[in-house]
C-alpha cells in the first residue's frame, strides 16, 4: 500500500528547477520509493551494490557513461568520488533541471561532497518518517496512541502484519552495524546501544551531557560525540531555546528528542498501548510526538517557521513556532481533557511578548475535537494541529 507523502509537491518542486536534488534522511523512511514513485521515467541505480559503489568511485566518468542523466542514483554517499564529476556533468548542461535524483542515509561525508561540489546547484530536501496525518489518510481508523508506539517508519503501516517490536530491534541492530561502523569506529557497539538507550530515556528533557556521560560509563567528550552523530544521522534532534530577550534569565541548554516517538518508547521498552497507558513516561513519549510532526510540518514545507522552546525559571512553553514577528506558543500534554489549568503556563509566557504578536496558544492533547480551554487557549488535537 502506497502512503502519499506531503513533501512530494516540495520535492517535484525542486526538481523542475535544480539540476540536482538531494533527497537524504534516516534510514528506513522511504526515500528510495518516493523517489522512484515520483520519477519513473528516469534510470535507476543503487550504490548499495558493492560492484556499482567500486566503479562509481574509482571510475566516476564510465559510471556515468553507463548510467546518464536523467538518473536516480540511491545511497550515494557510497562514492564521494563522484560529486565532482557530476558537478562537471551539470555545469555543461546547467539548465537541465531534475537531471539528477541522488538519495543518501549517512549525512556526514554526503553533506560535505555536496557543499564541496554541488554548492549552488543543488536542492537538498530531508525526508522525515510519516507523520500522523499521513499514516491516518492511509489508515482512517489509527489512533493516535496507536501510531505513537508503533512509530512513523513507512513500511509498518503499509503492511499491518508486520510486527513493529521485531521491525525496530532489526532497525537499531542495522543502524548500528551499518552506519555506526562506518562513521565512528566505534570499538564497542553495545556501549553504543546503552548510550542510545540512555538518550530516548531523556527524550523531551533538557540535555544534561555530564549526567548521560556517567550514567553510560564513558567520558564527557565521547558523550558530546556521540550525540553529534545521533542528531547527524537522524536519530535525535536538539531543540534549542528561545533567546528573543537577552535581559531575562532564560535557560541556555537545549532539549533533547528521539526524532521518531515509536522508536524512542521501544527503546524505553514500551511495546504496547497498554504499556504506554501504565508508563510514567507517557507524558515524555508524547511530546516527543508532537515534536516530530511540528518538525515534519516545517520540514514539508521547507523551514517556513522556526522551532524553539521557551524556560525561564518560573515559566516555561513546550514550543515556540516563529516567523516574521508572530508567535505560536504551545504545550504538549498527554491527556484526553486538558482543563483551564493547564492553559495558565502558556499565558504567563504570552506576557513575555508584545501584546499582538501572539497569534496562538494551543495545548496539544488527545482531546477528540478543539475546545477552548479559555478566552487565549485552545485544546488541539494532534491531528488539527496547524501551522501555516
Known amino acids: 500500500m502506497w502512503i502519499e507523502r506531503q513533501v512530494e509537491s516540495l520535492l517535484l518542486q525542486r526538481a523542475a528547477t535544480r539540476p540536482v536534488v538531494v533527497l537524504t534522511g534516516a534510514r528506513q523512511t522511504g526515500k528510495t520509493s518516493l523517489v522512484r514513485r515520483l520519477f519513473p521515467s528516469h534510470s535507476f541505480v543503487t550504490l548499495d551494490l558493492p560492484s556499482e559503489a567500486e566503479q562509481a568511485e574509482s571510475d566516476p566518468g564510465s559510471f556515468l557513461a553507463r548510467h546518464p542523466p536523467p538518473v536516480v542514483i540511491d545511497e550515494v554517499q557510497y562514492a564521494p568520488g563522484l560529486f565532482r564529476h557530476l ?13 539528477f535524483i541522488l538519495t543518501g542515509s549517512q549525512p556526514f561525508g554526503l553533506m560535505r561532497s555536496v557543499s564541496e561540489s554541488l554548492a549552488g546547484r543543488a536542492g537538498i530536501i530531508e525526508l522525515e518518517p510519516l507523520s500522523y496525518a499521513e499514516a491516518k489518510s492511509a489508515l482512517p481508523n489509527l489512533r493516535v496512541e496507536e501510531f505513537l508506539v508503533r512509530g512513523g517508519f513507512p513500511e509498518l503501516h503499509g503492511n499491518l502484519d508486520i510486527d513493529s517490536r521485531g521491525f525496530l530491534q532489526s532497525y537499531v541492530a542495522t543502524y548500528l552495524e551499518r552506519d555506526l561502523r562506518q562513521l565512528l569506529h566505534v570499538s564497542s557497539l553495545r556501549d553504543y546501544e546503552r548510550f542510545l538507550r540512555a ?13 548521560l556521560a556517567r550514567d553510560v560509563a564513558i567520558s564527557g567528550s565521547t558523550a558530546a560525540t556521540w550525540l553529534a552523530v545521533l542528531e547527524a544521522s537522524h536519530q535525535l534532534a536538539l531543540l534549542e531555546p528561545w533567546y528573543g530577550n537577552p535581559t531575562v534569565s ?6 533533547l528528542y528521539l526524532r521518531d516517538a515509536g522508536l524512542a518508547a521501544f527503546l524505553c521498552g514500551i511495546h504496547t498501548v497498554d504499556d504506554l497507558r501504565s508508563s510514567p513516561l507517557a507524558g515524555p513519549l508524547w511530546e516527543t510526538l508532537v515534536c516530530a510532526e511540528i518538525r515534519r510540518a516545517q520540514s514539508n514545507r521547507h523551514g517556513r517557521w522556526q522551532l524553539n ?25 498527554w491527556t484526553e481533557q486538558p482543563r483551564a ?3 495558565s503556563p502558556l499565558r504567563k509566557v504570552a506576557t513575555m511578548f508584545p501584546t499582538d504578536s501572539v497569534v496562538d496558544l494551543s495545548v496539544i492533547c488527545r482531546a477528540p475535537n478543539a475546545y477552548p480551554l479559555d478566552d487565549l487557549v485552545t485544546a488541539t488535537p494532534l491531528d488539527d494541529m496547524r501551522i501555516d
Open 199 to 211: 538518550a530516548a530515556l531523556r527524550t523531551a528533557q533538557l540535555l544534561n551531557r555530564a549526567d
Open 250 to 255: 532564560l535557560v541556555k541548554r537545549p532539549k
Open 341 to 343: 489549568r493547564d492553559a
Open 309 to 333: 522552546f521557551w524556560r525561564d525559571r518560573s515559566r516555561e512553553a513546550d514550543f515556540l513556532v516563529h516567523r516574521g514577528g508572530r508567535f505560536r506558543l504551545a504545550d504538549a500534554k
Open 87 to 99: 558537478k562537471a556533468v551539470v555545469d555543461e548542461h546547467r539548465d537541465r533541471a531534475g537531471a
